[in-house]
């Protein structure tokens, strides 16, 4: 990934100590499809942390983590809804 970022969510790190993630690899770390990824973003239970030049979203790990906690309260019957209310989002 060599695109300049536009901004950084509140963080006092520089940008080489934070890993940032596009939409392609939160699908290959969580085997989530397009649609999926979509529409947890679409429904704001994961935010983007930043955007590239070029338009792209870009995640932080922490959003990364969080995104793999929905999946497991999703396989544990737990409602969009209610993450969302777990959430506060």
Same mark, same amino acid.
């Given at each position: 990934?060599?695109e300049r970022?536009?901004? #950084?969510?509140?963080?006092? $790190?520089?940008? @080489?100590?934070i890993q940032?993630?596009?939409?392609?690899? !939160? /699908?290959?770390?969580?085997?989530?499809?397009?649609?999926?990824v979509?529409f947890y973003?679409?429904?704001?239970? #994961?935010r983007?942390?930043? $955007?590239?030049? @070029?338009g792209?979203l870009l995640?932080?790990?922490?959003? !990364? /983590?969080l995104l793999?906690?929905?999946?497991?309260?999703r396989?544990?019957?737990?409602?969009?809804?209610?993450?969302?209310?777990?959430l506060? $989002?």
């Amino acid at each position: 990934m060599n695109e300049r970022f536009t901004e #950084i969510a509140d963080d006092n $790190r520089s940008l @080489s100590e934070i890993q940032l993630y596009m939409t392609s690899d !939160l /699908r290959a770390r969580t085997g989530l499809s397009r649609t999926a990824v979509d529409f947890y973003i679409r429904t704001g239970l #994961i935010r983007p942390t930043s $955007r590239t030049e @070029s338009g792209y979203l870009l995640f932080s790990a922490a959003e !990364l /983590r969080l995104l793999q906690d929905i999946i497991e309260w999703r396989i544990f019957g737990i409602g969009i809804a209610d993450i969302k209310a777990r959430l506060g $989002r």
